[in-house]
């Protein structure tokens, strides 16, 4: 028995498309096929000459940016595809990954072979993991100090502006909605999620009821998954509050504050 492994289809230009011919300083000429991964412009150097083992051939890069506070960008794991095909120190001169793990110093680990780069996709990931849990720690600890700003004022009698009869949900932030455990957001909004069935078999019943007591009425199509259902829950809360929001900016305009 015997299996057939069709050949892929070629696409890509042929080698004379990416032929380029450079002037060798010193004199002579270089004629080099530029690879297909490569898009750097060589045109600087087909112009003015180079030595061979400067040749570079180099790939679109892939880095992660960050904005930072005072407006600058600042740029983390930029890697891409480099190859000196000229040099001859055994590493650099065969098609490697340049992995530039900062951008402040712009140096780089090394010559990365695919198996050495998959290494770090694998220590990238899971930093991604832990960077998870952060995310999961610090939405917790949202909910501790919003617990805790509304405890001490209510031992002070007092309220948060708006705040409502039955919870505390006006002094939220949007972000707050999105990443709070659900749990706690129902309390905030003093909310009651009620299953209701639809009818119409076509439409997916999602509403929110607001009530003079400051209470509030979740109200979720049965057929909806528990997932659908945080999301939902999510979503009403967010529309609630920033109806809320839009509301107290307007009775503050109109009250010329």
Same mark, same amino acid.
């Given at each position: 028995?015997?299996?057939?492994?069709?050949?892929?289809?070629?696409?890509?230009?042929?080698?004379?498309?990416?032929?380029?011919?450079? &002037?060798?300083?010193?004199?002579?000429?270089? /004629? /080099?096929?530029?690879?297909?991964?490569?898009?750097?412009?060589?045109?600087?150097?087909?112009?003015? !000459?180079?030595? &061979? !083992? *400067?040749?570079?051939?180099?790939? *679109?890069?892939?880095?992660?940016? #960050?904005?930072?506070?005072?407006?600058?960008?600042?740029?983390?794991?930029?890697?891409?595809?480099?190859?000196? &095909?000229?040099?001859?120190?055994?590493?650099?001169?065969?098609? @490697?990954?340049?992995?530039? &793990? %900062?951008? +402040?110093? !712009?140096?780089?680990?090394?010559? =990365?072979?695919?198996?050495?780069?998959? $290494?770090?996709?694998?220590?990238?990931?899971?930093?991604?993991?832990? =960077?998870?849990?952060?995310? $999961?720690?610090?939405?917790?600890?949202?909910?501790?100090? @919003?617990?805790?700003? @509304?405890?001490?004022?209510?031992?002070?009698?007092?309220? #948060?502006?708006?705040?409502?009869?039955?919870?505390?949900?006006?002094?939220?932030?949007?972000?707050?909605?999105?990443?709070?455990? %659900? @749990?706690?957001?129902?309390?905030?909004?003093?909310?009651?999620? %009620?299953?209701?069935?639809?009818? +119409?078999?076509?439409?997916?019943?999602?509403?929110?009821?607001?009530?003079?007591?400051?209470?509030?009425?979740?109200?979720?199509?049965?057929? =909806?998954?528990?997932?659908?259902?945080?999301?939902?829950?999510?979503?009403?809360?967010?529309?609630?509050?920033?109806?809320?929001?839009?509301?107290?900016?307007?009775?503050?305009?109109?009250?010329?504050?």
């Amino acid at each position: 028995m015997s299996i057939t492994v069709p050949s892929p289809a070629l696409t890509e230009a042929s080698p004379v498309d990416r032929m380029v011919t450079y &002037p060798l300083i010193g004199g002579g000429f270089l /004629a /080099a096929q530029c690879p297909s991964w490569c898009t750097a412009d060589h045109s600087d150097d087909a112009e003015h !000459g180079i030595h &061979p !083992g *400067d040749l570079l051939h180099q790939g *679109d890069e892939v880095a992660l940016t #960050f904005d930072l506070q005072d407006g600058t960008k600042t740029r983390v794991l930029a890697v891409r595809i480099e190859q000196y &095909p000229f040099a001859h120190d055994g590493a650099s001169d065969r098609p @490697h990954a340049s992995l530039v &793990p %900062v951008d +402040d110093d !712009g140096e780089s680990t090394g010559y =990365l072979s695919a198996m050495e780069l998959n $290494e770090e996709i694998i220590r990238a990931r899971r930093h991604l993991l832990e =960077l998870q849990k952060l995310s $999961e720690r610090l939405a917790e600890a949202a909910v501790e100090e @919003h617990f805790g700003r @509304h405890q001490s004022l209510a031992q002070l009698n007092r309220t #948060f502006p708006m705040s409502g009869q039955a919870g505390t949900w006006m002094s939220l932030r949007h972000d707050d909605v999105a990443t709070m455990p %659900v @749990h706690y957001l129902l309390k905030a909004f003093a909310a009651t999620v %009620v299953e209701v069935d639809s009818p +119409d078999e076509t439409v997916l019943v999602e509403h929110l009821l607001s009530h003079p007591d400051g209470t509030h009425t979740v109200n979720l199509d049965r057929r =909806l998954t528990q997932i659908m259902r945080e999301q939902s829950t999510r979503t009403l809360l967010a529309n609630r509050l920033g109806q809320a929001r839009a509301g107290l900016a307007a009775m503050d305009a109109k009250a010329g504050r």
